[in-house]
């Protein structure tokens, strides 16, 4: 059974309503729907030229399209053939001056938005194909899948859910595979993101209570948890001062997702005393270019750590500007001649070279000749 596109329905109601009977959507989608190919190109071969008389109906279209002229008293009656000899064909009435009056235009009416068909229509077997289709497009990223069902597909009146999702997969016979390929997609989304389960929901368009589901329902906790474990570590190895402030400054939401933050702020509340007493000297405070200097840190990271730790830091000198920009406001490049005198080939001012001094360089002495 062939789709009913947008077009041929757009055009079937343009042509009712140029005729003077505009028609609902639904009406002609209920008279097209049961076509197959051959009837629906005849349907569109009558479509391409103007209705041939006025109040025509989708019944006269269909009607039309099987070789039946509409008549006054019903909805269509099969056209008279002559009487002749047997092969003759009908001779065409000559058509003539159609005349188009401004009071029979009709405004074409603007079509409702089709409703979604039901997700019902998927248990079918052509259902597969678009199943495996999906799956090709979006993964096994079952957000994704359910996005472009909702778009359209409709169940029960609503978007499709999870469930129906499920149901679909284990009709056709694809639920342990896609199973598989969801296992993985999971499993390589948290080796990329170092375990952080909000930056893996975020990657994956679904929210941490979604995927604390899948996980449960793929049978994921433990390797999930390794992996976390594993990345544990590997931030616990970062133990120096400069490293643990930067995590904290850059890696916030990775640690508080493993667990990790309020043990670093504590480790950085004990530790970060002892770096300001160790860069007082002279009885001064530190200011916050010191203590940015210590800790490879950039003057924000700096402003973020003494509010979040509220550290006593004395206030920073004005930053000075570069050597290059002063030499280029008094001037001039560093080196170039002060008073504006050019230089000539000899080194000297005015343009003109040294005169030589007549003398001829020393020359290599020649070896003495035996007498």
């Not at 190109?41 to 099987?66: N, T």
């Amino acid at each position: 059974m062939p789709e009913i596109d947008r077009e041929i329905l757009d055009r079937a109601m343009r042509w009712c309503a140029e005729s003077g009977r505009p028609v609902h959507e639904d009406v002609v989608r209920h008279l097209l729907l049961p076509l197959g190919w051959d009837e629906l190109l005849a349907v569109k071969a009558i479509l391409a030229d103007p209705p041939p008389s006025r109040d025509l109906s989708p019944a006269d279209l269909l009607a039309l399209s099987r070789g039946i002229l509409p008549g006054p008293g019903s909805a269509a009656k099969r056209a008279p053939r002559k009487e002749g000899r047997a092969g003759a064909r009908t001779p065409r009435p000559v058509a003539g001056p159609r005349i188009r009056r401004a009071r029979d235009r009709v405004e074409p009416t603007t079509p409702s938005p089709a409703a979604a068909p039901s997700i019902d229509l998927l248990y079918r077997e052509s259902g597969r194909a678009v199943l495996d289709r999906l799956v090709r497009k979006c993964g096994a990223n079952r957000t994704a899948i359910l996005a472009a069902l909702a778009a359209g597909w409709s169940a029960g009146g609503g978007a499709p859910t999870s469930a129906d999702l499920d149901r679909l997969l284990a009709h056709h016979g694809l639920a342990r595979g896609f199973a598989e390929r969801e296992r993985s997609l999971v499993l390589h989304a948290f080796r990329k993101h170092g375990g952080v389960a909000i930056r893996v929901a975020r990657d994956l368009g679904t929210s941490p209570a979604d995927l604390r589901s899948t996980l449960s329902r793929l049978e994921l906790a433990r390797p999930v948890e390794a992996i976390r474990e594993a990345r544990r570590r590997v931030l616990e190895r970062k133990a120096t001062l400069a490293d643990r402030a930067r995590l904290i400054d850059e890696e916030e939401e990775s640690l508080s997702d493993l667990g990790l933050l309020s043990r670093f702020e504590e480790d950085l509340r004990k530790r970060l005393p002892e770096q300001l007493r160790a860069l007082s000297g002279g009885g001064r405070r530190p200011s916050a270019a010191d203590l940015g200097r210590s800790l490879s840190l950039s003057r924000a990271a700096v402003d973020r750590l003494v509010l979040r730790f509220s550290l006593p830091l004395r206030p920073s000198p004005p930053e000075r500007p570069d050597r290059r920009e002063e030499r280029e406001g008094r001037g001039g490049p560093r080196g170039a001649p002060r008073g504006g005198a050019r230089s000539g080939p000899g080194g000297k001012p005015g343009g003109r070279a040294a005169a030589p001094s007549g003398r001829r360089p020393p020359s290599a002495r020649a070896p003495r000749r035996d007498r």
